[in-house]
T-cell receptor
């Protein structure tokens, strides 16, 4: 595909449900990032993969959040036992290689609403 | 504590005039800075970047200025166009501290025809 794609675009979950958010990065991009964007704020880092290796998960807010990228391509962010404070837009980004100087290309995001 | 701050939540300018968006940071380890533009219901789109070894980078109508001593950067858009109306995010990274971007809270730019 031409860009980063994410699915679903919108997700409504009842409190306590588990959700899974998918990210398809740009083909060939080594690095993949997940960010959380609360309403009216800038994106906040959650976790980072280089190929299939999760090199940084320091931004995950709790052990209810789990991310994987088993084959170094598609990634899934899973949130268990969702809470209202998990309501946000979840953004996925990829970059061609590792290194902070490489631009990250973002997907459209998944808007999660927990009721 | 916010390491990257955009103190103006919104800015309104007339078409054809200059738009100046400001960003301040506190972490002296940051050495690479980026500006992203975001339209509603879309992800942020990369606009322009600057390394800390430079004080200016220009790309068409967009210029980013970096003042390291003041820990301040700004984005200039000249001339502003109605299509520039969007939310602009400043982001920073540190080469030796991982690959994550730290974002400011954004500034909503409105360019009036």
């Amino acid at each position: 595909g031409a860009g980063v794609s994410q699915s679903p675009r919108y997700k409504v979950a009842k409190r306590g449900q588990d959700v899974a958010l998918r990210c398809d990065p740009i083909s060939g991009h080594v690095s993949l990032f997940w960010y959380q964007q609360a309403l009216g704020q800038g994106p906040e880092f959650l976790t980072y993969f280089q190929n299939e290796a999760q090199l940084d998960k320091s931004g995950l807010p709790s052990d209810r959040f789990f991310a994987e990228r088993p084959e170094g391509s598609v990634s899934t962010l899973k949130i268990q036992r969702t809470q209202q404070e998990d309501s946000a837009v979840y953004l996925c980004a990829s970059s061609l290689t590792s290194g902070a100087t490489y631009e990250q290309y973002f997907g459209p995001g998944t808007r999660l609403t927990v009721t | 504590d916010q390491q990257v701050k955009q103190n103006s939540p919104s800015l309104s300018v007339q078409e054809g005039r200059i738009s100046i968006l400001n960003c301040d940071y506190t972490n002296s380890m940051f050495d690479y800075f980026l500006w992203y533009k975001k339209y509603p219901a879309e992800g942020p789109t990369f606009l322009i970047s600057i390394s800390s070894i430079k004080d200016k980078n220009e790309d068409g109508r967009f210029t980013v200025f970096l003042n390291k001593s003041a820990k301040h950067l700004s984005l200039h858009i000249v001339p502003s166009q109605p299509g520039d109306s969007a939310v602009y995010f400043c982001a920073a990274s540190a080469l030796n501290a991982g690959n994550m971007l730290t974002f400011g809270g954004g500034t909503r730019l409105m360019v009036k025809p």
